[in-house]
């Protein structure tokens, strides 16, 4: 028997086989809130279940109080909106509930779509629980903060729910989806998540829209109790928190890595911070806990770029908290970006000859490097639209549709992608075992052509990589 049924749909088209699949953290979330109030919960991650509508329809025989559907922008809304007519199909008056980024920043659009009947906005463990207790008494939805739903063709947006105190949460319902744990694990790592916004004002960043400047953060003998059960049920010794930005309350984590080491529980672990944030004595303290491993959002070599999308941050503190990262042997794991619609060629040089630097003075490194896309709910995207040569989706569907890292715009360079930076990024790396003994010798070749190219900034007029691209010869080791 299920009373709610949370779907997590595909990411892309033809799913996300032999790429890493991260758990479904929202909904184990909202289902542990669900479960706390009595609600018989099932989860359903399309990426993994090959069967997931035959699994849905079974679900629906249930005649569930409400299907939740989480959504980002791309393709996830397309898979999203293909389970909500199926849902509909099968029986049209169980409500399709939507959730998650997209909806949440353009919730008035999203409810146009006649395939969903309510968006629970922003934060959905309060929310939800509310809602069920009301569709299942069968009364008016005009007293539940927090969503938006149409009432004779009317769209209502009702106020806004107060913020959620993630320190006052249940621990998230990770035996929901304990089938399917080991695929959730990346090189042994398995994400967790423990806090929610950040406080800095970067106008690409969605964190300002959504989050609106709200803050809030497990504390650290709650955390630690969600390790204690991860490491004692499934045996996972790494792990890595995905927060908006983790030391964003240092406090917490002090309690944390003290909790780790009284309970004796020996894991290694890293999460996403900020550059600036990589000081002494805390980054010791952190290591000494286990820490061998942060991802960094960098996103530009230049000091120009940097101050134009409010970074706060400057090239010298970047390659400070390398230093620093060295010196306690924690892999710093960058992302930079190229795109932003102010940038030059120039801009670009130096964010490649800065990641050639970062990785020179401390070799324990990763990169990612992505083109820019511009996100609703950011300020920088209300700058775009109003440039010319921008379709701003006018639907959900639209919306659907938006890979703007393989569309044409006025952001692109017609002469160089940073697809193609990452792909001889990425070549650097291979090793030649992985090619055929036929193309070894070819590959060498390259490999030294595309180190080169690196160390000097040329990143123009690359065919070599396009072909490579084309062929399928080379595959990031990031």
């Given amino acids: 028997m299920t009373d709610i049924l949370l779907i997590f749909p ?41 069967d997931y509508e035959e699994q849905i329809k079974n679900c629906l ?30 029986n049209a008056d169980i409500p399709v509930v939507w959730g998650g980024v997209h909806p949440s920043l353009l919730p008035g659009q999203t409810i146009k779509n006649p395939l969903i009947d309510i968006i629970i906005r922003n934060e959905g463990e309060l929310t939800i629980v509310e809602l069920a207790k009301t569709l299942a008494a ?15 063709g009317q769209i209502i947006h009702n106020a806004p729910r107060v913020w959620v105190d993630m320190d006052k949460l249940p621990m998230p319902s990770w035996h929901l989806i304990k089938h399917n744990i080991k695929r959730y694990i990346h090189n042994g790592v398995l994400r967790v998540h423990s806090s929610r916004g950040c406080p800095h004002t970067c106008i690409f960043c969605y964190n300002k829209g959504y989050n609106k400047g709200h803050r809030s953060a497990k504390g650290g003998y709650n955390m630690a109790d969600e390790i204690e059960y991860l490491v004692g049920e499934f045996g996972i010794k790494k792990f890595h928190f995905v927060d908006d930005n983790f030391l964003s309350n240092r406090k917490r984590a002090i309690v944390f890595c003290n909790e780790l080491k009284e309970r004796s529980i020996k894991i290694t672990w890293g999460f996403s911070i900020r550059i600036d944030y990589i000081k002494e004595p805390l980054i010791g303290v952190l290591a000494e806990a286990g820490v061998d491993d942060c991802f960094i959002g960098v996103e530009s ?55 050639a ?57 017609s002469d160089y992608t940073f697809e193609d930076v990452h792909l001889m990024w990425s070549l650097n790396f291979t090793k030649m075992d992985r090619f055929s003994p036929a193309v070894r010798p070819f590959m060498s070749i390259l490999q030294k052509w595309a180190s080169y190219r690196l160390r000097n ?14 062929a399928g010869k080379i595959f990031s080791p990031f």
């Fill in 301 to 355: 070599g230049s000091q120009r770029i940097l101050d134009r999308i409010d970074k706060k941050i400057t090239v010298g503190q970047i390659l400070f908290a390398n230093k620093m990262l060295r010196k306690h042997d924690i892999m710093g794991r960058y992302s930079f970006m190229a795109g932003f619609p102010f940038e030059e060629y120039e801009d670009v040089v130096q964010t490649v000859k800065l990641a």
């Fill in 457 to 470: 900034g040329y990143i123009k007029n690359t065919p070599e990589f396009h072909l490579m691209k084309l």
């Fill in 138 to 152: 069968g009364d008016s939805l005009k007293n539940v903060d927090g969503i938006t739903y149409k009432q004779n």
């Fill in 10 to 50: 595909l990411l892309q088209d033809k799913g996300t086989k032999g790429a890493i699949t991260f758990p479904p953290l929202n909904l184990i979330f909202i289902a542990s809130s669900l479960e706390q109030a009595g609600y018989k919960v099932k989860i359903i991650d399309c990426r993994l279940e090959e």
């Fill in 357 to 413: 630097q970062l990785y020179q003075e401390h070799p324990n490194t990763e990169f990612n490097f992505n083109n820019y896309t511009p996100y609703p709910g950011t300020e920088l995207y209300d700058l775009i639209k109003t440039l010319p040569g921008f379709n701003e989706p006018k639907s959900l569907e639209e919306w659907g549709r938006y890979y703007w890292s393989e569309s044409e715009s006025f952001t692109r360079k």
């Fill in 61 to 90: 025989k249930d005649k569930p109080i409400l299907v939740g559907l989480t959504c980002m922008t791309g393709y996830q809304i397309i898979a999203a909106l293909k389970l909500s007519e199926l849902i509909c199909k099968v």
